[in-house]
């Protein structure tokens, strides 16, 4: 093979023009589902303090705020809901009239081809703050599924487009499954959150929803951060039972089992780029310790190269405007 200097690498990093031309991995807004918190009340914007530029909002500005991210060419939200009311089993979170489903009803109105998913699981409902029934001091696995199928069926009704379950119970994509086929929403796609890392970086999260659990931790349920191989059983599982799309959580911790999933199936894969990575960047750019947006462009870059197809990050409405302006690294 030849060698230096017949082979010079550089030649392909000469300008702009030549880079773009043989790059790998292209970033764009169509790739970016834009995670949304929804309070009660009216007139309700404010802002989260450990995730600047992100807001609780009220169901009546959805409508100003989905327009603009249409506009900007993303084409999926990610709904979460912060409840009026809480109890033992959250039922709260599979009312007709719950925070959420009204969210999907306001937001379909405004702008219906936005896609809508739905986050399904208890623990911003529950008073306990866990994502499953507790009995006897434990989350008990085969109880909670009955509830997550019913939230799931109600967003459904409600007009979401994809469901998302969070909780990692055993067996909840099947009795998700069957409950939406039971009430004819065979349609509707599952968007999984199959390898959920019981991970420090969900901290702001907690704080914009109020889910930090009142007694122990979610160690029994969501995956221990030194396994990769069981993220592979889990997908496994998942798509046996029924799941469209399959999610890593967080990310950029995990990028070796994003690839990993990428190389050994072939489903969808999304991954999330959590509030703990969002919280992190923006605090050094805030400093000025990093540039935020060539930092941002190369986290999401680095997200799709491991595999990914759709990241879910709260950096979705800048990333939209940088991308459709500036080149990435010029």
């Known amino acids: 093979m030849a060698s230096f200097p017949q082979v010079r690498l550089r030649r392909l990093r000469h300008n702009q023009a030549l880079r773009s031309l043989v790059k790998e991995t292209q970033v764009n807004s169509k790739d970016f589902i834009y995670p949304l918190f929804v309070v009660p009340g009216s007139r309700v914007k404010e802002e989260i303090p450990s995730m600047p530029g992100i807001f609780h909002n009220s169901v009546d500005l959805l409508p100003r705020e989905v327009e603009e991210i249409a506009r900007l060419g993303i084409q999926a939200v990610l ?63 085969d109880r909670t599924l009955e509830l997550l199928a019913k939230i799931a069926v109600s967003h459904a009704e409600a007009g979401a487009d994809i469901v998302a379950p969070s909780d990692m119970m055993d067996g909840r994509v099947k009795a998700i499954r069957h409950a939406l086929d039971e009430a004819e929403f065979s349609f509707i796609p599952i968007l999984s959150y199959t390898a959920k890392y019981a991970s420090s970086f969900y901290g702001p999260f907690r704080e914009a929803t109020g889910c930090t659990p009142q007694f122990g931790n979610r160690l029994s349920y969501q995956m221990d951060p030194s396994n990769w191989r069981e993220a592979l059983r889990e997908v496994e599982q998942d798509i046996a039972e029924g799941a469209d799309i399959v999610m890593v959580k967080p990310a950029l911790p995990y990028l070796d089992v994003i690839r990993s999933i990428r190389n050994t199936f072939n489903h969808p894969l999304a991954a999330y780029n959590v509030s703990g990575e969002f919280a992190m960047v923006k605090a050094a750019a805030a400093r000025g310790w990093l540039d935020e947006r060539q930092a941002v462009l190369e986290v999401l870059t680095a997200i799709k190269r491991a595999g990914a197809d759709i990241i879910i990050t709260y950096h979705a409405k800048d990333a939209a405007s940088w991308l459709d302006n500036t080149p990435f690294l010029h």
Request: net charge negative; proline share 3%.
């Open 79 to 141: 709904l979460f809901g912060i409840p009026d009311s809480k109890d033992e089993f959250g039922s709260s979170a599979y009312r007709a009239d719950g925070v959420v489903q009204k969210a999907i009803r306001s937001i379909k109105q405004a702008v219906p081809e936005l896609l809508v998913a739905t986050d399904v699981c208890l623990c911003e409902y529950t008073t306990h703050g866990h994502c499953g029934v507790v009995v006897d001091g434990e989350i008990d696995n």
